[in-house]
């Protein structure tokens, strides 16, 4: 990592990293048919394959929409645990033309003996969990002196909610966002949960900034996967405004991560560490949620 990164990270502002609806290579033009029987134009996100390589050996084939595929290679294999470090990587190379991206790492490495144990995990796009990823979930350990405020609560839901994203114009997309206090920092989107965490994982290696101090928010399911990522990421509180899974529930009790879902305007519900929480806003100050900017997740709790 260059010192004009280490540099970088150190004066985040809010959304220092923040979704690009504007860019047409993310979206695909399609031409429907309304309710009335009248023709529509619309854009949708586009769902494109990259094939990542870990120096020669072929990983795995990703549905993304295409964007930061360095920070998604990267954060992928951290997050699978087969890089230690973002030291141990060299160089990223993205080749958009054969949909390709190659981690070269200074070591020799070997994983297929890792790649015959993996087990498919829930959710849309169908993510990957690698068979001894829950040996280092076992080990990990998370900050006891965390907290987070409700007030923090409230306002990171109203400015990433209000932000606009991907999803807010053309749907079908799932978002993630490190926070810091009240602050979103870096807001990435994908159309699949698992996805948007490994971006924001790899964009931590590559620009130096650590856990210390950060939550974690998602617009999507609170489900195993998501728990055991945000974990191995070091981060100690991850909020959704959607619901949650029982395997999920139970390995955030396991590792001591504070896991708050349902969070939508005024209301939010905590089943894990909620000994973290300090209740220093009053909910009835809170204003309900603006229907220009509901998210699916206001009508849909699986969103």
Known sequence: MTASLKKRAKRLGEFAVAPRPEDPRLTDAVVGV?????TIDLRVPAERPLTLYLNGQEIVT???????PDYLAVGYLLNQNMLASAEEVTRVDYDREIETVVVRTAGRTNF???????TLTSGCAQGTVFGDMMERFEEARLPADAVVRTSWIYALSRKINTRPSLYLSAGAIHGCVLCEGDRPLVYMEDVGRHNAIDKIAGWMAVEGVGPEGKLFYTT????SEMVIKCVRMGIPVL???SGFTAWGVELARKAGLTLIGRAKGARFVCVAGAERIIHDADARTVAEEDKAHRRK???DEDG
Do not use: N, P, W
């Open 34 to 38: 309304d309710h009335e029987g009248k």
């Open 112 to 118: 297929e003996d890792k790649l015959r144990k993996k």
């Open 297 to 299: 997740a206001s009508r």
């Open 220 to 223: 999507g399911r609170l489900t």
């Open 62 to 68: 990703m549905m993304t929409i295409g964007d930061y």
């Open 239 to 241: 909020i959704s405004r």
